[in-house]
T-cell receptor, first 115, second 114 residues
């Protein structure tokens, strides 16, 4: 059982649609992450939130808009996506730790297909 | 910048065979090292970790030792099972502003046949 819950598990949308991906954790972690994973590739970091503030945006196109409404929730708003945005989107969380010793806890992801 | 190199896959083994997946890293600081596993249709799970030189991480029969002198963190298991079939990612994190920025290797797919 994963402790990071992502919804929906699958999403098919057209290029003009607006949708949102949701992520929730109740482990008290104050760092949360969005990743994009293409087939047979490692996850690519998109965004990092620490203490509900955006800490890293890895030059992600503005058609992806993250939001962290509270310490347990992380959203990714999608608008006007392109076919190449089809991928598995993973959410993760971790404890804050200056030493870099904490593992990340991943959800099972949302499989996104753009028509 | 930091980087992780792991052996190309796929690796195909018979059940009960010995497994080694090689992983080497480059980092400017003092990284912590991790192995994550991804089963089909799932997210990544932490398999084991080591936070300083000579530490050995172990879990579910898997082991890896943090070797600073060879900058390596090879994954081993003495006897693999069909249920170990998955993709294995070697990864590191370095000192940051508190969040954990992970550098992943490319992943090695393991297939265990009965």
């Amino acid at each position: 059982d994963t402790e990071v819950t992502q919804t929906p598990k699958h999403l098919v949308m057209g290029m003009t649609n607006k949708k949102s991906l949701k992520c929730e954790q109740h482990m008290g972690h104050r760092a949360m992450y969005w990743y994009k994973q293409k087939a047979k590739k490692p996850p690519e970091l998109m965004f990092v939130y620490s203490y509900e503030k955006l800490s890293i945006n890895e030059s992600v196109p503005s058609r992806f808009s993250p939001e962290c409404p509270n310490s347990s929730l992380l959203n990714l708003h999608l608008h006007a996506l392109q076919p190449e945005d089809s991928a598995l989107y993973l959410c993760a969380s971790s404890q804050m730790d200056q030493g870099g010793n904490q593992p990340q806890h991943f959800g099972d992801g949302t499989r996104l297909s753009i028509l | 910048g930091d980087s992780v190199t792991q052996m190309e896959g796929p690796v195909t083994l018979s059940e009960e065979a010995f497994l080694t997946i090689n992983c080497t890293y480059t980092a400017t600081g003092y990284p912590s090292l991790f192995w994550y596993v991804q089963y089909p249709g799932e997210g990544l799970q932490l398999l084991l970790k080591a936070t300083k030189a000579d530490d050995k991480g172990s879990n579910k029969g898997f082991e890896a030792t943090y070797r600073k002198e060879t900058t390596s963190f090879h994954l081993e298991k003495g006897s693999v099972q069909v249920s170990d079939s998955a993709v294995y990612f070697c990864a590191l994190t370095d000192r940051t502003g508190g969040y954990q920025k992970v550098t992943f290797g490319t992943g090695t797919k393991l297939q265990v046949i009965p």
